[in-house]
T-cell receptor
Framework: DTAVSQTPKYLVTQMGNDKSIKCEQN?????MYWYKQDSKKFLKIMFS???????INETVPNRFSPKSPDKAHLNLHINSLELGDSAVYFC?????????????FGSGTRLTVV | GEDVEQSLFLSVREGDSSVINCTYT??????LYWYKQEPGAGLQLLTY?????DMKQDQRLTVLLNKKDKHLSLRIADTQTGDSAIYFC???????????FGKGTRLSVIA
């Protein structure tokens, strides 16, 4: 009955590798997001995806690419991983960008690049 | 662009009230939210307030909004050790703009 699920929960990998994080929501939401939380716990939006429209935060390197096979999934693919990519990545979903219901977050994927 | 500011730390004694403050810059905010993050967990929506309201109460939580000063606060009455967490303020605006979060306030409750 998990609402927003991310896999894996932990990911340790070497610099230069390519990795993917999967996200699925069973809430029937139309919009999905990826947020990055750094070591100081600051949260920054990376991507949002609504009805096949992708909005990218201009500060996100193009090594990061979201892929949405359907409305319930928004996966994050990262090429050529760097040390600075180490962070916790959160997937979230909502009915739309602005509503009183807010966003439902997954439990996060802790990525460690060594 | 939007900016949301919070103080980073707050320490209170168990049983006291906690007040966490937030300021934001975007006057077109539609909803303002408070999220709670416990260690190793995702963010959990605590409460929200629509921008045309000035107060909302939900059990031990009271949200106050001063739209003129763009100031939002969260008061937790009778703070318990289980309230220790990071509290994030967030705002949404019109259009296709995702939530913008403050840097989070780490609340420590001393027994």
């Amino acid at each position: 009955d998990t609402a927003v699920s991310q896999t894996p929960k932990y990911l340790v990998t070497q610099m230069g590798n390519d990795k993917s994080i999967k996200c699925e929501q069973n809430l029937g939401h139309d919009t999905m997001y990826w947020y990055k939380q750094d070591s100081k716990k600051f949260l920054k939006i990376m991507f949002s995806y609504n009805n096949k429209e992708l909005i990218i935060n201009e500060t996100v390197p193009n090594r990061f690419s979201p892929k949405s096979p359907d409305k319930a999934h928004l996966n994050l693919h990262i090429n050529s991983l760097e040390l600075g990519d180490s962070a916790v990545y959160f997937c979230a979903s909502s009915h739309d960008y602005s509503s009183g219901y807010g966003y439902t977050f997954g439990s996060g994927t802790r990525l460690t690049v060594v | 662009g939007e900016d949301v500011e919070q103080s980073l730390f707050l320490s209170v004694r168990e049983g006291d009230s906690s007040v966490i403050n937030c300021t934001y810059t975007d006057s077109s905010s539609t909803y303002l939210y408070w999220y709670k993050q416990e260690p190793g967990a995702g963010l959990q929506l605590l409460t929200y307030i629509f921008s045309n309201m000035d107060m909302k109460q939900d059990q031990r939580l009271t949200v106050l909004l001063n739209k003129k000063d763009k100031h939002l606060s969260l008061r937790i009455a009778d703070t318990q050790t289980g309230d220790s967490a990071i509290y994030f303020c967030a705002e949404s605006t019109t259009g296709n703009t995702p939530l913008v979060f403050g840097k989070g306030t780490r609340l420590s409750v001393i027994a």
